[in-house]
């Protein structure tokens, strides 16, 4: 069965600085599809970022980019010059081939200011 | 944009009381998810539906059921709750297997 961990429970990151949201997975799949996804307080859950496995190249959106080690099956998430609006609960998620979709435990970051 | 609404932010519910709870969506998506969201445990599937009348167990059904008459809708259904089913209810929606999910704004749910 797949898994997913999140091992950090609680970040925090001076804004203007760089962080890094750990996350690992488990699967015997080859072609899958990973996401990270932002829940701000109070606030609908949204996609952050979305990486194929069957991409090389990492993906990124603006300040937010992932580190995809496929042998390690490991994702993790950089988030570069931290805003206070990245104050929120993150959530790595493993998608199969077939759709199920299934989460980590989540990391919650705090920006300060 | 899309919309994903559930009926309720907060209920509040007795033992054994019956529950609905109501997601809608507006994209037209085939797929659509109840999740429950809990501190430290992150979100479990509870049950999860690839199309009309269609359902599947997710990780976490016992206690739950759903129907899905329309596309558009997804209900989730506690027939007699149970004071361990207190939690945050999340409803999402995508338009393929491997698509980006839409959350509604989730339902707090408290079983006294």
């Known amino acids: 069965a797949q898994t997913v961990t999140q091992s950090q429970p609680e970040m925090s990151v001076q804004e203007a600085e760089t962080v890094t949201l750990s996350c ?10 990973l996401f990270w996804y932002k829940q701000p307080p109070s606030r609908q859950m949204i996609l952050v970022i979305r990486q194929e496995a069957y991409k090389q190249q990492n993906a990124t959106e603006n300040r937010f980019s992932v580190n995809f ?7 993790s998430l ?13 959530f790595c998620a493993f998608c199969s081939n077939t759709g199920k979709l299934i989460f ?10 | 944009d899309v919309k994903v609404t559930q009926s309720s932010r907060y209920l509040v519910k007795r033992t054994g009381e019956k529950v609905f709870l109501e997601c809608v969506q507006d ?12 501190p430290g445990l992150g979100l479990r599937l509870i049950y999860f539906s690839y199309d009309v009348k269609m359902k599947e167990k997710g990780d976490i059904p016992e206690g739950y059921s759903v129907s899905r008459e329309k596309k558009e809708r997804f209900s989730l ?9 207190t939690s945050m209810y999340l409803c999402a929606s995508r338009v393929t297997n ?3 999910l839409f959350f509604g704004e989730g339902s707090r749910l408290t079983v006294l």
Do not use: C
């Open chain 2, 77 to 85: 259904i506690l027939e007699s709750a149970s004071t361990n089913q």
């Open chain 1, 24 to 33: 690992t997975y488990d699967t015997s799949e080859n072609n899958y599809y």
């Open chain 2, 98 to 100: 491997t698509g980006e």
């Open chain 1, 69 to 75: 080690q496929k042998a390690a099956k490991s994702f």
């Open chain 1, 78 to 90: 950089k988030i570069s010059d931290s805003q206070l609006g990245d104050t929120a609960m993150y």
């Open chain 2, 27 to 38: 994209m037209d998506h085939e797929n659509m998810f109840w999740y429950r969201q809990d």
């Open chain 1, 104 to 113: 980590g435990q989540g990391t919650t970051l705090q920006v300060k200011p």
